[in-house]
């Protein structure tokens, strides 16, 4: 698969600050969820965070340039390496917000506050972009 941090800009680019989606795959491919079902599961996990963190300099700075915004989509296989991507975060000390779907009850998606790729590149090392075959 293609990696994920190639199709974000280099450094040699103009660096973004991006907030970076990460759902899971088994969720459309083996549980069977609707594709809206998944999107709308992304769409809140970087509403939430924004929300949070809306007081961050960098959310601050991110919301300055409307037309500008930046996300990057990323899939990890299952509920077990979005928990250790999101252990990864905690580790490093990467602002996030985890969405999880309620009533059931499943972790559905992480997103994360507005960085740039080089920050959190180190997180999504084993994540790909989010396709939808």
């Known amino acids: 698969m293609e990696s994920a941090m190639a199709a974000v800009p280099t450094l040699t680019q103009q660096a973004f600050l991006t907030v970076f989606v ?5 969720l459309s491919k083996t549980l069977g969820w609707p594709m809206g079902a998944v999107i709308g599961n992304a769409c809140h996990a970087a509403t939430a965070v924004l929300h949070k963190y809306r007081n961050e300099q960098r959310t601050i700075d ?4 409307l037309e500008g915004m930046r996300k990057v989509v990323l899939e990890t296989k299952n509920e077990a390496s979005l ?10 000390g990467i602002l996030h917000y985890k969405w999880i779907e309620q009533p059931e009850g499943i972790s559905a998606a992480i997103a994360t506050a507005p960085y740039f790729r080089d920050d959190v590149q180190e997180c999504l090392k084993k994540c790909q972009l989010y396709r939808s075959d």
């Open 62 to 65: 991110y919301f300055t340039d």
């Open 22 to 26: 990460i759902v899971r795959k088994d």
């Open 83 to 92: 928990n250790k991507v999101e252990a990864l975060m905690n580790e490093k």
